[in-house]
């Protein structure tokens, strides 16, 4: 068996390891890019443009404020629940730069997803939307957060712009702009870090239904970063990315923000891309070289009436994850943008890159792509036996960029992995002769709806908690706008009178709207195997 045929492939345009080591960690790679790079542009949002140079004298700002005002040290976690603002990215280096773990959180979120996560890595400080904070509110008091700073739209720019209010149950909050203001003023101390410190808890969800963090360390993404640079034709001045992908969100964060980052990247931040008419000016203003989403985004911009005013002309790289990528949508954005969709596949668990299309690809492989250097794949059957060439097996990968394990849970870690250090991913794939690897399938029962993941388990909590539910059961159907939307099927109680709308209205206060179902069925029954368990496979196999 030849058991990586992706080398062959690589030839001598890709290498077969990259150093995980060029740089001590993210903040020694940041810092050397703005050497660099300090007069261009770093981001645009709202209106405002930072330079590096401007950039790093606020990261180092918030940083100072941390230390020297809230007290943060190595080690201590610090969530960050923001959509794609200023604020994210500054936020983010001070918070490394003064040694502490960001944990990431989806603005988003519901009450009860938003105190799990909180406990559950044991934040104390939270840079918080301000929009964000009756969320917050409603859970502050049963968790161990300390300190809340608020984040207006405008914060870190020029040109303040006014936002929704902070919740007035949030008392002791301080402004984000006041930080950075104080800060200003406060000495920042330099901490030791290395490639092993952690960086990011990035939370995933579990078939237990609820989120595990992913400890990714400064290698992990230092690794991924390089690993993804080594298959990319990317500039090293004069890239432009459009960020619509949300930084909370791994694939952004790794590729739009610190990727871009390192090579001196111009970057357009979205706050919103629900807004197409916004997302469609912002695109024709910023003229990218670089974007990238999921299918969803891809299906719906290919859609907009006004798509053909951008000005396509420097896009060279259009990188599809988080989900499939179908291959009409690659068709329908090549014939209005020149580029196809290059695909790639990863996870939070691996910072988030295994495998993607290299720049030598020339149109659509209907794959996603070859693994990168310094990454082993392998597939495997039930057996834990390698599977040949064309024949589907589990995807276990060991890497650079693979998490140290998951917060705090021994017990998931242990069965994370093969007993060679192979991470599980839970996906099915196959590989080709030429190493091109194929995502066919899914042991676990998730749904992928717009590139989020949806838990099975998570939903069926919820719906079985509302009087009047004896059992239920959810699913992934196919769904042209969002690659899969959520099915569920209810057994009602006996003599019980729920219907749809309240089934729906119950997830809308609980869960995240990605979650909520789309289309609601009652049985009689739920198919069950001889044990008692729920047969997914046949709902869906039925559906």
């Not at 930072?50 to 080690?75: H, N, P």
């Not at 008419?277 to 907009?304: C, I, M, Q, W, Y």
């Not at 064309?390 to 021994?410: L, S, T």
């Amino acid at each position: 068996m030849n058991r990586k045929p992706w080398l062959a492939t690589y030839g001598d345009r890709i290498p077969v390891d990259i150093d995980t080591d060029r740089h001590a960690s993210i903040v020694h790679l940041m810092q050397a890019a703005i050497d660099r790079h300090a007069d261009r542009c770093a981001f645009r949002s709202a209106g405002n443009a930072l330079s590096y140079r401007e950039f790093d004298a606020l990261a180092t700002a918030f940083a100072a404020y941390l230390q020297q005002r809230l007290g943060v040290r190595k080690g201590d976690r610090i969530a960050v629940m923001l959509p794609n603002l200023l604020a994210f990215p500054i936020a983010f280096a001070g918070i490394a730069r003064a040694g502490a773990i960001q944990v990431n959180v989806n603005p988003l979120y519901t009450p009860r997803e938003l105190e799990h996560q909180l406990d559950d890595a044991g934040v104390e400080v939270i840079v918080v939307y301000a929009g964000s904070t009756p969320t917050l509110a409603e859970i502050v008091g049963r968790t161990g957060v300390r300190k809340i700073v608020t984040v207006d739209v405008g914060d870190g720019g020029a040109t303040a712009l006014p936002g929704p209010p902070v919740d007035a149950r949030l008392t002791g909050t301080v402004r984000f702009a006041e930080a950075l203001s104080q800060g200003a003023e406060l000495a920042y101390t330099p901490v030791d870090l290395t490639g092993n410190d952690l960086l990011f808890l990035q939370y995933t969800g579990g078939t237990t239904g609820l989120s595990k963090g992913a400890a990714l360390s400064h290698r992990n993404l230092l690794a991924n970063i390089e690993q993804f640079k080594a298959v990319q034709s990317l500039a090293d001045e004069g890239e432009v990315v459009v960020t619509a992908l949300p930084l909370y969100h791994i694939f952004a964060l790794m590729v739009n923000f610190l990727t871009m980052f390192s090579i001196g990247a111009e970057n357009w931040l979205v706050a919103n891309p629900r807004d197409a008419d916004g997302l469609v000016e912002t695109l024709k203003r910023a003229r990218p070289s670089v974007f990238t989403g999921v299918n969803t985004l891809f299906a719906a911009l290919t859609a907009h009436p006004r798509i053909r005013e951008v000005d396509w002309s420097r896009l060279h790289l259009a990188g599809g994850g988080g989900a499939a990528v179908i291959a009409a949508t690659s068709a329908k954005w090549q014939r209005v943008t020149g580029t196809f969709i290059r695909e790639g596949y990863g996870l939070s668990e691996t910072s988030p890159v295994l495998s993607f299309n290299p720049s030598f690809v020339d149109a659509f492989s209907h794959s996603t792509g070859l693994p990168l250097p310094s990454t082993d794949i392998k597939l495997l059957d039930e057996e834990g036996r390698e599977v040949a060439i064309g024949e589907a097996g589990e995807v276990c990968a060991k890497g650079p960029q693979v998490m140290r394990g998951y917060w705090n849970k021994p017990e998931a870690n242990a069965e994370a992995y093969t007993a060679d250090g192979y991470f599980r991913t839970g996906d099915v794939g196959v590989f080709d002769a030429q190493g091109f690897l194929k995502i066919v399938d899914r042991k676990k029962d998730m749904i992928i709806v717009s590139g989020f993941n949806v838990y099975p388990n998570e939903v069926e909590s919820v719906v079985t908690g509302l009087p009047g539910v004896a059992e239920c059961a959810c699913i992934g159907v196919p769904d042209d706008r969002t690659g899969e939307a959520v099915k569920l099927f209810v057994v009602k109680a006996p003599g019980a009178a729920v219907d749809a709308d309240a089934i729906v209205d119950r997830c809308r206060a609980e869960m995240a709207a990605y979650k909520v179902p789309r289309m609601v069925r009652f049985l009689d029954a739920l198919p069950k195997s001889t044990v008692g368990k729920i047969l997914r496979r046949e709902l869906r196999d039925a559906a």
